[in-house]
């Protein structure tokens, strides 16, 4: 089982960019999917969540700019990114609970220019 992670690029300031996370290697859905995102020489952190109630939970950073989805008949969840700003550069991780483990996508990058 595993988590992977596409979409991301580079992108000029004001951009957009939509990653997309799909697991593959098993039917099972993907549980309390997030985003989650680690920039050079800071810690890595929570972008963005969805609650199994269908609730969202985003970082203050990112709120009204990022949007967080999912499609189950795919099996994958999506982070569409609008109004990328040069401090969004890093590199992005999907996570989520597929049975009992949790597990980590691999991570893409995101790089916005100015």
């Known amino acids: 089982v595993q988590l992977q992670a596409s979409g991301g690029g580079l992108v000029q300031a004001g951009g957009s960019l939509r990653l997309s996370c799909v697991a593959s290697?098993?039917?099972?859905?993907?549980?309390?999917p997030g985003w989650y995102r680690q920039a050079p020489g800071k810690q890595r952190e929570m972008v963005a969540t969805?609650?199994?109630?269908?609730?969202?939970i985003y970082a203050d950073s990112v709120k009204d700019r990022f949007t967080i989805s999912r499609d189950n008949a795919k099996n994958t969840v999506s982070l569409q990114m609008n109004s990328l700003k040069r401090e969004d550069t890093a590199v992005y991780y999907c996570?989520?609970?597929?049975?009992?483990?949790?597990?980590w996508g691999q991570g893409t990058q995101v790089t916005v220019s100015s």
């Open positions: 996570n989520g609970r597929i049975g009992a483990r949790f597990y």
């Open positions: 290697g098993t039917v099972l859905s993907i549980n309390a």
């Open positions: 969805l609650l199994s109630d269908g609730n969202t």
